[in-house]
């Protein structure tokens, strides 16, 4: 065999050359391999490939050692690069910086609210098989709503296969609750079914829940209700006075956990419901929101068709109407926008939650743009040290990781700022998302999320930077002869033209909302509701209402008093269950009642187009007159209806009067049919009775001690409670009030980002032209023209943003509008405002740059030959 | 300066003892010889590179032969800095081990 | 075995010539004064702590002191292990370092 032809083997030598150190590596190799052909002459073969084999062992400590003292050496030089780069341009850091941070805080806040309206509800351990029946029909049915009939529920366990339990929920009016010398309102209540604890996941501190709510008048409460009666005391066994019963505490569980979207203070047993509501509880009456744990993997949709059909089978009235039964899954129901029909949970919506998605990366996508134009801003300089350092032997790729270096290290004091910034505002966050958000670090997610974030937004922010940067050469930057070129310009352009629609398109949802809100809260409602103060019919106030009334009268300070069965705000009771003269077959038309006395109309201001109000003239007024209002009239098509016979039920009688449509319920809505009886008995309202007390409205002070001290007369029990009409209505809004308010919070943020990202873009053009400037100057330009010539070219800019920004944001405001049945036009200077607003803080903002510029010395900028 | 480690201070006196047969495998030997271990050729390689790299040993190539994949020997000697170096481990030796007479064992 | 490092060995013979004086502050003064060179009490430390590991010097207390706030100082004394590896340095050292009398650099 050849010696020629028998080489070590080829791996070995590959790996060798990785390893030895390049500056011997021929002496080296040559050595290894002379060993081999040595080697194999006196062992053979094998031998001598195990020795060359066995020399990588040896070699390998030292280049391991050596790498790494060469990877710490290298890396700390960065490091002091990095921080003295950063440190030299403090200004431009510090900007950078800032920038950076808000935009990770207004991320980090978003996704946090973000990642809790997806966690409601997840900790039932049955929550997979949890379903709501929804029903859906015509008219107010017809989005679906959560109301379904009582019976339905266990009819439905016993036909339908694929159904293990139900529960059945119902909300509970306004009761007081009593213990030793405790009294307090408790409006958080729910009527349940004992299986409720079966299917959801309560958890008890005290008491058993397989007989927590077994007999009528049980009642389970949660740890801070029973702490507020009993303080230390063991509740369980105790009774609680609730308005003449006595209800017997058999539970206490842990409260319930924001994140859930059935929200209660206490239940009460079904049996209760005769006790402290008139909510009917037959096959009509679709005042109950089911539940339903399925076994697994059922096909809902089936399920929902045998439920309907088992509804037809009793006659239920409404699925003869054509109304369907459909179910909805557990983990749906939070983001669900529909609302509950009893309110009983804080409604969510999932549209804001892909909305509140959307702008959180863009407040970040704006703060990585800022960060990429800050960065190469003041490129003139940099690109001297670029050169510098090219010219002493650093490759490009030596540039770029510093460059990334330099953002990574930016990126990361951004987001302990941000980290900082978030702690901050969330208590204040907090409150007006009406939420509980927690920055918890132990998290792994959120800890993850974060890190996801801080090398995206580095690498992104900073690729454009590094390579841009990196590629000066060094021969044209030391001459001076250094010019930014085309490319780069355009881009950064199209950047702050992004940055600014973006923020306009803000701000223009801003004032959309802004003008909404305001038309909301001063749109004519058709009725008064100003200087109306209402009180809850409780304890005695009902039966001896005449007394209350004549002595809160004789107060100079209270012009009217009236009562109502409930405020058309809180609730709305409906039904088809009337008839009227010359109405055809089959016809229905759903109209909400109220019962009412004779001062109510008057006091509301409400306008009578025809006919009459209740009259104490008209004896039969009481117990056979009805007032309807023009928009029942229209959708029972009835002509000339005072004097037409109407009936409710078995209450027969005639209509007295029409009233104007009126906005009795959030703007939201459309106007629906009312029908209002006569309150006889105003005793009969003490669930959510209220009497309305119209006061003078430049005594209010005096005007609420005068009825408290009535009330105190009249109930000695309860406590007194007052709330004032115009309030309540204002109140409907609070969920598009809160929307507004996050929405001016994030405008503020992106428009302060954007007028960041200007600056630095400005401060990097307005170098650029140093010299065209000083010439210029040279040439005798004045110092204003010359702050006119660099303002124009942004200007310009800005308005081309908005020409980007008002197409999106009408779209966008428009479909949010569509969700009121009333609502403002979007007029043309909800444009025009954060058009010239925008234009104008841009001109501020450039005008530092600018104006600088303007008065440097000629001298200075021309010193570059 | 950082003082040289104690198989850089082996490997420099082997190449001035080799005068000019100093290269890798005659090296090897050499240390072989002087501290009674069998190094690995490979493990002279790593503290020879860095001595080269830091300018105390200079190259020289000499005939290529085929016993090295045509390859020629590559001949090492010391340059100034590692004369200079390796005066000062003997100036550091003899100060440390200044009458140090009999090196025993002392009972506590 | 293998070999000391030079800095171990540097140590090993400050202890020894400090007899019953060695303790961290004054080995360190030693190697400074020997070598020339500013170290690092952290720098001595290292080394020492594997010599104590791997059984080449032995400890103990000794009375606490108020200027050390109230901790005793350690002292450091050689093995008989320690003995050997100095030893074998010694032996090493007359090896590599026999015939050369005068290092002077040749011109090529």
């Known amino acids: 065999m050849n010696r020629q032809t028998i080489k070590p083997p080829r791996i070995a030598v590959r790996i060798l050359e990785f390893i030895i150190q390049k500056d011997i590596q021929y002496g080296a190799l040559g ?19 195990l020795l060359y084999w066995k020399q990588i062992a040896g070699a390998l400590p030292y280049f391991i050692q050596n790498t790494i003292i060469w990877s710490l050496i290298m890396f700390k030089n960065y490091l002091k690069t990095i921080f003295r780069n950063t440190t030299r341009h403090r200004g431009y850091s510090f900007i950078n910086l800032a920038g950076l941070a808000i935009g990770m805080a207004c991320t980090l806040l978003i996704l946090l609210w973000v990642k809790d309206e997806l966690s409601y509800d997840r900790f039932h351990e049955n929550g997979k098989n949890i379903y709501r029946i929804m029903s859906y029909g015509t008219k107010y049915m017809i989005e679906g709503i959560d109301g379904t009939p009582a019976p339905l529920a266990p009819a439905v366990k016993e036909e339908v296969p694929g159904i293990v339990n139900y529960a059945r929920f119902s909300d509970i009016p306004k009761l007081v609750f009593k213990y030793a010398d405790k009294v307090f309102y408790e409006t958080r209540g729910l009527i349940a079914d004992p299986s409720i604890f079966e299917i959801f996941t309560f958890p008890f501190v005290q008491g058993d829940p397989k007989t927590a709510l077994s007999e009528p008048l049980d009642i389970v409460i949660t740890e801070t209700m029973a702490k507020k009666y009993f303080g230390t005391e063991d509740p369980m066994g105790k009774t609680i006075e609730v308005e003449g019963n006595l209800a017997a505490v ?65 006659n ?37 939650v892909y909305v509140f998605s959307i702008i959180a990366f863009f407040v970040l996508f704006i703060a990585c743009v800022n960060f990429m134009n800050l960065s190469t801003a003041r490129s003139t300089t940099r690109a001297k040290e670029v050169g510098m350092r090219k010219t002493v032997g650093a490759s490009r790729k030596n540039l770029i990781l510093q460059f990334f270096g330099e953002s990574l290290f930016l990126t990361l004091t951004a987001c302990v700022f941000a980290l900082i910034l978030v702690i901050v505002m969330l208590p204040a966050f907090n409150q007006i998302a009406g939420k509980d958000l927690k920055l918890d670090l132990i998290d792994i997610q959120l800890v993850f999320g974060l890190i996801i974030i801080v090398l995206l937004t580095a690498l992104t922010a900073g690729s454009y930077p590094a390579i841009y940067l990196s590629s000066f050469k060094p021969v044209k930057v030391l001459k001076g002869v250094f010019k930014s070129e085309g490319k780069g310009k355009t881009f950064r352009k199209v950047l702050v033209v992004t940055q600014f629609s973006l923020s306009i398109a803000l701000l223009i949802g801003t004032s959309v909302t802004y003008n909404q809100l305001r038309f909301l809260r001063h749109s004519k409602l058709g009725f008064n509701t100003e ?18 009334k004549a002595e809160l009268l004789s107060d100079p300070n209270i012009n009217s008093v009236a009562a109502q069965y409930y405020l058309f705000a809180d609730e709305s009771f409906r039904t088809t269950g009337y008839d009227w003269e010359g109405k055809e077959r089959g016809q229905q038309v759903d109209i909400i009642l109220n019962l009412v006395d004779y001062d109510f109309i008057p006091m509301m201001g409400l306008e009578l187009v025809e006919g009459r109000n209740f009259s104490k003239e008209y004896a039969t007024d009481a117990t056979r007159a009805y007032i309807l209002n023009e928009e029942a009239i229209k959708q ?78 009249f109930n000695p029990i309860t406590p007194f409670e007052y709330h004032f009409l115009d309030q309540k209505y204002d109140s409907l809004y609070r969920k598009e009030q809160k929307i507004g308010t996050i929405l001016n919070a994030f405008t503020l943020f992106a428009v302060i980002i954007s007028c960041l990202g200007l600056f630095g873009l400005a401060s990097f053009l307005t170098e650029q032209r140093t010299r065209e400037i000083g010439i210029r100057k040279v040439l005798g330009a004045s110092e204003s023209s010359i702050v006119f010539l660099l303002s124009k070219q942004f200007t310009k800019w800005v308005l081309i943003a908005n020409i980007f920004a008002w197409p999106a944001a009408y779209f966008i405001m428009n479909e949010w509008l569509k969700s009121f049945a009333y609502r403002i036009s979007i007029g043309i200077w909800a444009f025009v405002l954060p058009g010239i607003l925008a234009v104008s803080i841009a001109l501020v903002t450039v005008s530092y740059q600018a104006i600088r510029a303007a008065w440097a010395n000629p001298a200075d900028s021309l010193r570059y030959e | 300066m950082k003082l040289l480690s104690r198989i850089e201070e082996i490997i420099l006196l082997s190449i001035w003892r080799l005068d000019d047969r100093a290269y890798g495998m005659a090296i090897r030997e050499e240390v072989i010889k002087a501290t009674g271990k069998k190094w690995l050729l490979g493990a002279i390689y790593g503290p020879l590179g860095r001595l080269h790299k830091n300018g105390y040993v200079l190259s020289s190539k000499g005939e290529p032969t085929p016993e090295r994949g045509g390859r020629s020997k590559v001949y090492y000697r010391l340059s100034r800095e590692g004369i200079k170096a390796l005066r000062e481990i003997n100036r550091v030796n003899s100060v440390i081990w200044n009458d140090i007479e009999k090196l025993e064992f002392k009972e506590e």
């Open chain 1, 31 to 49: 050595d290894f391999e002379e060993q081999f052909y040595w080697m194999r002459k006196e062992h053979g073969l094998f031998k001598a490939r």
């Open chain 1, 636 to 713: 029972m098509r009835m002509q000339n209806p005072v004097g037409k016979q109407f009936s409710y039920g078995q209450r027969k009688g005639t209509i007295i009067g029409v009233l104007k449509n009126a906005h009795f319920r959030s703007l939201h809505l459309k106007i629906e049919p009312h029908v209002l009886f006569f309150l006889d008995d105003v005793s009969a309202a003490t669930e959510y009775g209220v009497i309305l007390i119209k006061i003078n409205g430049d005594k209010t002070e005096e005007a609420l001690a005068k009825i408290q001290g009535v009330w105190k007369e």
């Open chain 1, 316 to 352: 239920c009235p409404q699925v003869k109407d054509g109304v369907e039964f459909r179910l909805q899954p557990l983990s749906a129901i939070h983001l669900d926008n529909r609302g509950a029909f009893r309110n009983y949970a804080e409604v969510g919506d999932r549209k804001y």
């Open chain 1, 250 to 314: 058999k539970g206490v569980i842990r409260d319930i956990p924001h994140n859930s979207h059935i929200q209660f203070d206490f239940l009460s047993s079904y049996e209760f419901i005769e006790e402290v509501t008139n909510y009917g509880t037959n096959w009509g009456a679709f005042n109950f929101v089911t539940y339903l744990q399925l076994e697994a993997n059922r096909d809902i949709h089936e399920i929902g068709k045998n439920i309907t059909a088992v509804a037809a089978k009793n």
């Open chain 1, 531 to 548: 200087n109306i103060v209402y009180v809850p019919v409780k304890e005695n106030i009902g039966k001896s209402y005449d007394a209350f």
